[in-house]
């Protein structure tokens, strides 16, 4: 059964990558996508990511660093190269899993 915030019947499986774009979800919503990502790719054995959550007025890199600076499993973090997006994405360093 469809749900009124969801135009999918089931959960959409996103394959996990060390890369994660921000722009398809809400900023309300980013808080658990970052939480869940990063969970996900520590399971998938990913232990550097690349964050991308654009330049605009800097909202969504402001929430991001504020998740990644208290969050465990993050060692480091920092603007990616030129190349990977600049300060328009955050390369995030995380803890091996034990």
Not at 41 to 54: F, V
């Amino acid at each position: 059964m469809k749900t009124p915030e969801s135009p999918f019947p089931e959960p959409v499986i996103v394959p996990i990558e060390d890369s994660i774009d921000l722009h398809a979800f809400s900023p309300k919503d980013i808080p658990s996508v970052i939480e869940e990502y990063i969970d996900q790719c520590r399971r998938a054995g990913i232990y550097e990511i690349r964050i991308i959550h654009g330049r605009g007025k800097g909202v969504q890199r402001q929430i991001t660093r504020s998740i990644l600076r208290k969050h465990l499993a993050v060692l480091s973090f920092t603007d990616a190269a030129p190349e990977s997006g600049g300060w328009g994405a955050t390369v995030v360093q995380l803890k091996e899993k034990p």
